[in-house]
T-cell receptor, first 114, second 114 residues
């Protein structure tokens, strides 16, 4: 149980385009999901907390107009990187927790912006 | 604020060697503590956790004890295998339920030689 999926697993896009990444909880409902960014050989940085039915809460320094988060249902959250640039290339990871204080992570999405 | 400090890596061991990965934390309250593992090409997986002082988390031969007096949660395994090669992250969560934010250490890469 407690499986989280992400789609796509890898995306390559041109600079200036927008990319949408989906995060789904497959066997549980999640009122809250988290979005992280991971740079090569570095730790995870929390970007935002995605709340079902309300606005996301962004961490300090994260541009909310650039990283649009929508939590459309109890099993789906999306992250849209708008007007992507090469510096946005990274590994984006979502997580969610069903009941306890344990979060379960998606496999991640590797974004490469050319 | 909360923080997690892990020992510097990478770590390279021979198969069947003893493993210790140090982790210390700073928190204002009484956090839950976690070790996550990221195998090559995969997402983070929960390895073990402990929710209160003196608790011992264990899984797959790995153990870690929540030491409040030394604010530590060191990861140990008596005999590592090649399949344990991965990146290990120590993390803490302060607050109740699945909506609590995770604070991660920088992670440490473990390589086990046959």
């Amino acid at each position: 149980g407690a499986v989280v999926s992400q789609h796509p697993s890898w995306v390559i896009c041109k600079s200036g385009t927008s990319v949408k990444i989906e995060c789904r909880s497959l066997d549980f409902q999640a009122t809250t999901m988290f979005w992280y960014r991971q740079f090569p050989k570095q730790s995870l940085m929390l970007m935002a907390t995605s709340n079902e039915g309300s606005k996301a809460t962004y961490e300090q320094g994260v541009e909310k107009d650039k990283f649009l988060i929508n939590h459309a249902s109890l099993t789906l959250s999306t992250l849209t990187v708008t007007s992507a640039h090469p510096e946005d290339s990274s590994f984006y990871i979502c997580s969610a927790g069903p009941i306890t204080d344990t979060q379960y992570f998606g496999p991640g999405t590797r974004l490469t912006v050319l | 604020g909360n923080s997690v400090t892990q020992m510097e890596g990478p770590v390279t061991l021979s198969e069947e060697a003893f493993l210790t990965i140090n982790c210390t934390y700073t928190a204002t309250g009484y956090p839950s503590l976690f070790w996550y593992v990221q195998y090559p090409g995969e997402g983070l997986q929960l390895l073990l956790k402990a929710t209160k002082a003196d608790d011992k988390g264990s899984n797959k031969g790995f153990e870690a004890t929540y030491r409040k007096e030394t604010t530590s949660f060191h990861l140990e395994k008596g005999s590592v295998q090649v399949s344990d090669s991965a990146v290990y992250f120590c993390a803490l969560s302060e607050g109740a339920g699945a909506n609590s934010k995770l604070t991660f250490g920088k992670g440490i890469t473990l390589s086990v030689r046959p």
